[in-house]
C-alpha cells in the first residue's frame, strides 16, 4: 500500500524558514516523480513544486521560485521541501504526492501539513 | 499559464441521480507527445485529495465505473451516475500538460 507522511509544518514567523519532510512507502520511491501542492485554508489547489525520479530536474511556480527548494533522499525514500524568506500567502497545508506510473498527475496524496506563517 | 475553468461552482443532486461537471483549460492540453494530460480529483470532506480520472478518461485503481471522463483539446467532462453518499465532497479538474501545473477552482457537489 503506498504511503506518503508528510511532517514539520507548524506556526513559523514572517521571513523564517521551515523545512518539510514526506516519509515514502510501499512503492520504489526512486521511481518516481514527486511533488508538492498546496490549499490555502478554505482555498482551492495549487501546485508547489515538483522533482523528477532521481532529482535531476525540478519545476516551480513563480511565487516560491528562489525562496523553496524541492528534494529528495532516495535512499531514504524520502521527499523535502525547504521554504526559506516565508510569507503570510505559503499558510497552507502542504500534500506531498506521487505522480503516476507513465503520465503525471498526483496519483496519491499525504495527509498534509499544516504550515502558517504569522506573527 | 494554462486557466482551468470548472462549471459549475456547485451542484445539488438527489441519490440515485446523475450529474456532469465541466472543465475547460485556455490552452489545448494535447502534449507533444500525443497524450491529453488531464486528471479529475475528489476531495471528501477533512480528507486529502484523491485521484479519480486521469488522461482524460482513465479510471483509477479502485474508482467506480460510475465514474467517467471525457473530452478532447480544451474541453472536458466529468459524468457520476448513480450518485452515493460518499461522492460529496469538491471536484477538481487539473492539467498535467505543461507547468505550471494548474487545477480548476472546484465544484462542490451537495445532496439536494
Not at chain 1, 512507502?25 to 482551492?44: D, E, H, I, L
Not at chain 1, 524568506?85 to 503520465?103: I, K, M, P, Q, V
Amino acid at each position: 500500500e503506498v504511503q506518503l507522511v508528510e511532517s514539520g509544518g507548524g506556526l513559523v514567523q514572517p521571513g523564517r524558514s521551515m523545512k518539510l519532510s514526506c516519509a515514502a512507502s510501499g512503492f520504489t520511491f526512486s521511481n518516481y516523480g514527486m511533488a508538492w501542492v498546496r490549499q490555502a485554508p478554505t482555498k482551492g489547489l495549487e501546485w508547489v513544486a515538483t522533482i523528477s525520479y532521481d532529482g535531476s530536474s525540478t519545476y516551480y511556480r513563480d511565487s516560491v521560485k528562489g525562496r523553496f527548494t524541492i528534494s529528495r533522499d532516495n535512499a531514504k525514500s524520502t521527499l523535502y521541501l525547504q521554504m526559506n524568506s516565508l510569507r503570510s500567502e505559503d499558510t497552507a497545508t502542504y500534500y506531498c504526492t506521487r505522480e503516476g506510473a507513465h503520465y503525471p498527475g498526483f496519483a496519491y496524496w499525504g495527509q498534509g501539513t499544516l504550515v502558517t506563517v504569522s506573527s | 499559464d494554462v486557466v482551468m475553468t470548472q462549471t459549475p461552482v456547485s451542484l445539488s443532486v438527489s441519490l440515485g441521480g446523475q450529474v456532469s461537471i465541466s472543465c475547460r483549460s485556455s490552452q489545448s492540453l494535447v502534449h507533444n507527445n500525443g497524450n491529453t494530460y488531464l486528471s479529475w480529483y475528489l476531495q471528501k470532506p477533512g480528507q486529502s485529495p484523491q485521484l479519480l480520472i486521469y488522461k482524460v478518461s482513465n479510471r483509477f485503481s479502485g474508482i467506480s465505473d460510475r465514474f467517467s471522463g471525457s473530452g478532447s483539446g480544451t474541453d472536458f467532462t466529468l459524468k457520476i451516475s448513480r450518485v452515493e453518499p460518499d461522492d460529496l465532497g469538491v471536484y477538481y479538474c487539473g492539467q498535467g500538460t505543461q507547468y505550471p501545473r494548474t487545477f480548476g477552482g472546484g465544484t462542490k457537489l451537495e445532496l439536494k
